[in-house]
Antibody, heavy 118, light 112 residues
Framework: QVQLVQSGAEVKKPGSSVKVSCKAS????????ISWVRQAPGQGLEWMGR????????NYAQKFQGRVTITADKSTSTAYMELSSLRSEDTAVYYC???????????WGQGTLVTVSS | DIVMTQSPDSLAVSLGERATINCKSS????????????LAWYQQKPGQPPKLLIY???TRESGVPDRFSGSGSGTDFTLTISSLQAEDVAVYYC????????FGPGTKVDIK
């Protein structure tokens, strides 16, 4: 059974960066893309970007270009999402999710709450 | 970018009754070469991550009850819950994966 386990909640100051991890188990990590999706409090889902670990290639939503970096470590089956220049509007739960064979998000992490506050 | 809209924003349905959620994309998500609609539906309960229900517009994910069904093509899609159960109270999102993925704003389903 595929499992994605994310790192714990973070509290950050405006202008700083945050790096969230997503460790996969129970599947072939490198063969599937990992996407990152965020959800602000009481709001909907927003796709941020994805990485294909076997290729090391990431692509990002235009909104986050230049501010987000998604990486993957095949040796530990872990994906990372780093968001910089944080502002209060970045306060959200950040999810990682596996992109399955049919290009949809079939397994999700439990979410990581990132709070940006001075 | 493809913009997704959903209607209604929320609905309340009696137990055992039908719930219908609509989703519209700003451009077609039907890929002509394989005749597949790149449209998925997710269910999200409070405090939980989303759960995949439907993909290719009408294919149920393994383990999803058959009271959930998806239909539509091109730009207009529908998620139907044929007989609402208490455990179906959630927010439902459509998502296109034809191009850079995007989600609809969600539809909240409650019990009347």
């Amino acid at each position: 059974q595929v499992q994605l386990v994310q790192s714990g909640a973070e509290v950050k100051k405006p202008g700083s960066s945050v790096k969230v991890s997503c460790k996969a188990s129970g599947g072939t990590f490198s063969s599937y893309a990992i996407s990152w999706v965020r959800q602000a409090p009481g709001q909907g889902l927003e796709w941020m970007g994805r990485i294909i670990p076997i290729l090391g290639i990431a692509n990002y939503a235009q909104k986050f270009q230049g501010r987000v970096t998604i990486t993957a470590d095949k040796s530990t089956s872990t994906a990372y999402m780093e968001l910089s220049s944080l502002r209060s509007e970045d306060t959200a739960v950040y999810y990682c999710a596996r992109v399955g064979n049919d290009y949809v998000l079939d397994y999700w992490g439990q979410g990581t709450l990132v709070t940006v506050s001075s | 970018d493809i913009v997704m809209t959903q209607s209604p924003d929320s609905l309340a349905v009696s137990l055992g009754e039908r719930a219908t959620i609509n989703c519209k994309s700003s451009q077609s998500v039907l890929y002509s070469s394989n005749n597949k609609n790149y449209l998925a539906w997710y269910q999200q309960k409070p405090g939980q991550p989303p759960k995949l229900l439907i993909y290719w517009a009408s294919t149920r994910e393994s383990g999803v009850p058959d009271r959930f069904s998806g239909s539509g093509s091109g730009t207009d899609f529908t998620l139907t819950i044929s007989s609402l159960q208490a455990e179906d109270v959630a927010v439902y999102y459509c998502q296109q994966y034809y191009s850079t993925p995007s989600f609809g704003p969600g539809t909240k389903v409650d019990i009347k």
